[in-house]
């Protein structure tokens, strides 16, 4: 009984509480469905918004497209209408071009007519000419333009006088800083080379024995060493003469040896030679290494470097040939470093330019090309070998460094004292210029002066004018480079004066 109560009491709690679950659900329900309606109406709305605003922007990109179409259209019909009147035009052009080309061809059918005609006449005339003036039309020629030439030569010495001066004054600022600059920074040793040299002997009783029993002694010696030995009056002084610096320097220190150790006979001689000999050549090939150690340079081949010292008992006029080749280079080097150009380079030029006269007692033909050649041999600087012919007007000089070279030649060479002459060849020399300069018209008289170096010109005055004196200095120049053997260069100087004299009574 109390089960089923309880039972009964429960489910009539539950059918309760069920009923009271089923209403929130159903109020629940009805909320929920009141939110979606609201939701859906919202939803509608929005794509109606939608739908009008793409419409809108659709109506409003149709209306754009159609303007800018018909604006297309119109530019189009516009353009269409403008190469319809362009294409008018263009067979109205070729139109004309066409009449204008047979005009031309007409024209110049005429032109070629004409021009046979007037070469006829021209030859008729000319023919006319020949037979009045008795000339030939190449004699004609040749005279007007002598007489063009004459009349214009006034004219082109003021215009070549004009810019001379106006170069002559530039170049000669840059030159004298360039050359005052080297000369200055340069500072080497000068002594003259002679053709002798005198042997200091202790006790004049060494010359007898020097001379020996019948002369074998003296004879021995001139035999072995190759020189002249004068024994004289000369007190305590033996005199060695030889053309040859590096014989006459062997005999000098041969002999040196042989005063000093006393015995003098023929094969103490002999010995004594072939030992300086040695010696002398081992000091060349060191020589030469000192040399280009304190010139800076390197890469060179030892022939190379060997024949530089070699040059240590050459010369030229009375000039040391090393000391000379010195000198160009260091005054190459400063040249070049002054004009922008290779310093290195201008002193390897410069210690080399003369390397042929190491050779030339051994070897047929002249310096310049034996040192070419023996520079080519050992692979040198294309620079190297142009200064070697440059130096001596063989070739164009091509390089700053050549230039310099070249330069340097003249400073050394032709500087008053460096260089003796055979009086013979220098008198011959004076007087070739002076014929040279005396062989121009409109020169009265010529005289070299300064060791032939210059020569003053003397022009008539009522023959030559002012401008016409530039041009007699520049054909006496020519002249004198041509035809003259000279060192360094040789100044011309015209001169014209007009002297009034009057008198008082």
């Given amino acids: 009984m109390g089960v089923g109560v309880g039972y009964l009491f429960a489910k009539k709690i539950n059918d309760a509480n069920y009923s009271i679950f089923i209403e929130q659900a159903k109020a629940k329900a009805k909320a929920i469905e009141f939110e979606a309606e609201g939701v859906l109406k ?41 190469l319809g009147n362009e294409k008018e035009i263009l067979e109205k052009v070729k139109s004309e071009a066409e009449h204008s080309k047979k005009e ?39 005279e007007v333009l002598r007489r063009v030439e004459e009349k214009s030569r006034g004219d082109i ?19 004298n800083y360039i050359i005052a600059q080297a000369t200055t920074r340069f ?33 021995t010696l001139e035999m072995v060493l190759g020189v002249d030995i004068i024994i004289d009056d000369t007190p305590h002084a033996i005199i060695l003469s030889s053309f040859n610096l590096y014989r006459r320097a062997i005999a000098t220190r041969v002999i040196e040896l042989l005063v000093e150790d006393g015995r003098i006979q023929p094969a103490r001689i002999e010995d004594i030679h072939k030992k300086v000999s040695d010696e002398f050549e081992a000091s060349i090939a060191e020589e030469g290494e000192n040399i280009i150690m304190d010139l800076g340079l390197n890469g060179m081949h030892p022939e190379l470097v060997k024949l530089i010292g070699k040059l240590k008992f050459r010369a030229s006029y009375g000039q040391n040939a090393l ?64 200064a070697i012919y440059a130096h001596h007007g063989h070739e164009e000089a091509e390089t700053v460094e050549c230039a310099a070279v070249c330069t340097a030649d003249a400073l050394s060479a032709a500087r008053p004292g460096a260089r003796r002459e055979v009086l013979e060849s220098f008198l011959k020399r004076v007087s070739e210029i002076e014929e040279i300069a005396t062989s121009k018209e409109g020169v009265k ?30 054909e006496i120049a020519e002249g004198i480079q041509s035809s003259v053997q000279y060192p360094g260069e040789i100044k011309v100087s015209v001169i014209r004066e007009t002297r009034a004299v009057d008198y008082a009574k």
């Fill in 445 to 474: 008289s010529a005289y070299a002066i300064n060791a032939g170096r210059e020569v003053r010109v003397i022009a008539n005055a009522t023959l030559v004018n002012d401008d016409e004196a530039v041009l007699i200095a520049k």
């Fill in 323 to 386: 000391a000379h080749s010195l000198e160009v280079a260091h005054l190459a080097g400063i040249i070049a470093a002054e004009t922008g150009g290779d310093e290195i380079l201008a002193r390897r030029a410069g210690i080399l330019h003369d390397i042929g006269k190491a050779l030339t007692h051994e070897y047929e033909g002249s310096h310049v090309d034996l040192g070419a050649e023996i520079c080519r041999r050992y692979k040198e600087h294309p620079v190297v070998i142009n």
């Fill in 157 to 175: 010495a003021h215009i070549v006088r004009k810019y001379e001066e106006e170069a002559k004054r530039e170049a000669k600022k840059k030159a």
């Fill in 187 to 219: 500072a080497g040793e000068y002594a003259a080379e002679r053709l002798i040299n005198v042997v200091d002997i202790k006790n004049d009783d060494l010359k007898g024995r020097i001379i020996g029993k019948e002369g074998r002694n003296i004879k």
């Fill in 42 to 82: 919202d939803a509608k709305l929005t794509v109606q918004e939608a739908e009008f605003e793409a419409k809108k922007k659709y109506e409003d990109k149709s209306i754009k497209l159609q303007k800018e179409y018909d604006s297309k259209f119109d530019e189009i019909g516009k353009k269409e209408q403008i």
């Fill in 104 to 142: 031309a061809k007409r024209t110049y059918d005429e032109g070629i007519n004409l021009k046979k005609s007037y070469e006829s006449k021209i030859s008729e005339a000319i023919r006319v000419l020949e037979h009045a003036a008795g000339l030939t039309e190449e004699e004609a020629k040749r």
